[in-house]
């Protein structure tokens, strides 16, 4: 008897011991295919120590291309924490031009292997006294910085500096289980002239049977509303105050638009426009709204800057990124939320996945 119970006990600490393993990632459909979204970027690479989180998220990206069948990568803004200022160790030990060149060489070893849309934050700009804003971004990430991005190149249009940049630019992309898709780019607080842009690339008659994907840096809050407020930002002084950056007040962005603006002017009258992926606000939001065609728009929100420790003297964000898996039938999406930085240790695997409905959860695209 007492054989036969320690018999038991040890399958049932085999059934538990399984139960707890860890699971690398993987895809639920083993004919799907996905896009890996990572949050803003700034608080990775304003620390020289948190540089190697950023870096280890995008070795993890590299190395699970094949096995999750990635098509994509999908960056939401703030690359950096400071896109042309004097920095002497305020909020950040490393210079705007080191942070740029750290964000540049981190993602570049993804070119060559997969496509990836980086999108432009408001801490990727300066502006002038009027509100005209100009980036690095074309210095870092042109066109050809990547030649998957040229080769899947459909449209791009200029920036606010007159300039033609993957600031606003599509990617197309033939043949997903079947499907079309266009990932669509648009600078953060998107002017009147790249909304327009936009609207026409997406109702143009060779893009009718399209999917389409919107990736911008400001559209949804943590509280699942749409941004309704101004865009401003603020103008650094050419002068620091014992050591300190100091700031204009803040400075409306003409022409700009909200999230709530966004959805009128470009996202609600479009027929095939279907996901919008956002960051700039700390947290998570999801909501889903039918566009003037009856058919829904998921809108998600992903800011991971504040995990680990917070926004001005974290690790980063604790290597948290997302895991959207396309499933073949066209219409199920799968989301997960992992860290490959608690993947890698037995110690930390237990806490590698958020699962609350907010983290992990299923959308569907329409017809």
């Known amino acids: 008897m007492k054989k036969n119970i320690s018999i038991l006990l040890l399958l049932l600490s085999a059934v538990i011991f399984a139960q707890d393993k860890f699971q690398t990632p993987k895809l639920d459909n083993e004919k799907s295919w996905s896009i890996i979204l990572i949050p803003d970027t700034q608080n990775y690479v304003k620390w020289n120590r948190n540089q190697p989180v950023l870096d280890l998220m995008v070795r993890w990206i590299e190395d699970n291309i094949s096995p999750l069948n990635i098509k994509m990568v ?22 705007a031009d080191g942070q740029w ?24 700009f300066s502006i002038n006294e009027e509100g005209r804003r100009f980036s690095r971004y074309n210095e870092f990430f042109p066109s050809n910085f990547n030649y998957l991005n040229q080769k899947y190149l459909a449209q791009n249009f200029f920036n606010d500096a007159g300039a033609p940049s993957m600031e606003n630019s599509v990617l197309e992309l033939k043949g997903l289980n079947g499907q079309d898709y266009l990932f669509l780019s648009l600078e953060f607080a998107p002017r009147n002239k790249a909304l327009e842009w936009a609207k026409k690339v997406l109702d143009m008659p060779q893009y009718k049977n ?23 930002w603020f103008m650094y002084e050419p002068f620091l105050v014992n050591n300190v950056p100091q700031k204009s007040k803040t400075i409306k962005l003409p022409e700009s638009n909200n999230g709530e603006e966004i959805w009128k002017k470009l996202i609600e009258p479009s027929q ?33 800057q504040s995990e680990g420790g917070g926004h001005r003297d974290g690790n980063g964000g604790d290597g948290w990124l997302r895991i959207i898996e396309f499933y073949p039938d066209n219409k199920t999406v799968k989301v997960k939320t992992y860290s490959p930085l608690f993947g890698i240790s037995p110690i930390t695997q237990k806490y590698a996945y958020k699962t609350d409905s ?10």
């Open 210 to 232: 399209h999917k389409s994907i919107l990736i911008t840096h400001a559209f949804l809050n943590e509280k699942d509303k749409r941004t309704e407020k101004d865009n401003s």
């Open 74 to 95: 999908c960056q939401v803004g703030d690359l950096v924490e400071h896109n042309n200022i004097l920095n002497q160790g305020y909020d950040g030990d490393q210079s």
């Open 358 to 367: 907010r983290n992990e959860f299923t959308f569907k695209l329409s017809e």
């Open 272 to 304: 095939n426009l279907q996901l919008v992926l956002s960051g700039h606000i700390s947290g998570e939001g999801f909501r889903v709204d039918p566009n003037s065609f009856g058919k829904n728009v998921n809108q998600m929100l992903f800011d991971m």
């Open 101 to 124: 060149k750290s964000v540049q060489s981190i993602l570049g070893r993804l070119n060559g292997k997969v496509p990836y849309v980086a999108a432009t934050g408001n801490h990727d």
